[in-house]
């Protein structure tokens, strides 16, 4: 097993758990601990504190130990730029994925003074899928990372700035029309007009387990933690769409044996993906499946998957080395409750336009509501919304901007 962050820390620290999710919001792979069920850890831990059991303690494999860091010192160890250079923009694209970059490039090449500000990886969705076939272009497929990485080359081709981690908590517009976005941090700044993309999470299972166990046997990429269980007896995936199929297909490099669990009757799946599962010697599919509860090792891993057949009432238990959830999306809305006009599944309502109900607020992409979830489309709305943008400045006279 290659040589990860380890995070030791216990279920009920409020600090472990904030520790726990960054790192799985900045995709970044790490071994999650528990010391109230591994002595060895709390030694370690007490070891590294003076006697001390002061928690999270996490190690990295450079030797680095941080002991109880805030997001901005774990964002400075992992060389992800939190802060902007200056306070003022003409743009402000909220959201990294390939509908805010595709916009900033855009924005950017007009001569519109952009910053995108992300508080995950770069790259979106897209850059923690295995590989993606139905993008223009790419006739052989392209691996997600791969093609993330090409759009933020793209856009710092033509000057875009970048902040990684960057966690909004708040969009206002100003007396003066101007918008301020206001980070966790305590920073804000002021644009003229702003692009929230902030894209979609993937959803978690909400069963008992589930939360005390991300990082140690529980997963939401299986690029990122796939080579993590290289010669793995078994790996569990949940969630019979395409991603979860493509998913379990790719996670069959590692594990000798990869069960696909699906809650509904029938696997949603494309057809092409369900013919590559059903002929793959080392897939096997468990459709009305529902997941009960997580168990844990006393080491504070996972240690089985009680379920249950949705037709005969049966309740059993496997035991893989992890499992790796692919169950749909959510919107990443939270923090607009209250100020932006939402559907009732939470995405952003927008006009013709793609303005939300803020003037001077934009919203393209998997976030806004009526959008079709689909990665070429979120390339081209981020395009479209800023030739929205562009008419709007234009309008409002902040700026004189022509496509060259």
Known sequence: ??????????NWCPDCKRAKKFLVDQNIPFAYIDIESDPQAKVLVEEHNDGKTIIPTIFFP???ILVEPSNAELAKKLDLTVIASKKSYDLIVVGGGPAGLAAALYGAREGIDTLVMDRSGLGGQAGVTEKIDNYPGFPDGIKGA??????????????VELLEAAFVVAIEQEPDGTISVKTEDGNSYIAQAVVIATGSSYRRLGVEGEDDLIGAGVHFCATCDG?????????VVVGGGNSGLEEGLFLTNFAKKVTILEFQE???????????????????????TEILEL?????GRLAAISTKDRTSGEVKEITPEAMFVFIGLDPNTEIFKGSLDLDQRGFIKTTDTLMTSIPGV???????????????????EGTAVLLMVRSYLEKKGERAVHIG
């Open 62 to 64: 450079d030797g680095d």
């Open 295 to 299: 168990k844990k090792t006393e080491g």
């Open 362 to 380: 934009f919203a393209a992409g998997d976030v806004r509501s009526g959008s079709t979830k689909q990665l070429a489309s979120a390339a081209g």
């Open 1 to 10: 097993m290659q040589e990860q962050i380890r995070l030791l820390g216990a």
């Open 146 to 159: 791969d093609l993330a990485e090409k759009f933020v080359e793209h856009a710092k081709r033509y000057g």
């Open 266 to 288: 029938k696997l949603a799946a494309s057809k092409l993906l369900q013919d590559k599962v059903n002929s793959s010697p080392d897939v096997e599919v468990h459709t009305n």
């Open 227 to 235: 080579p993590f269980y290289k010669g793995a007896e078994e790996l």
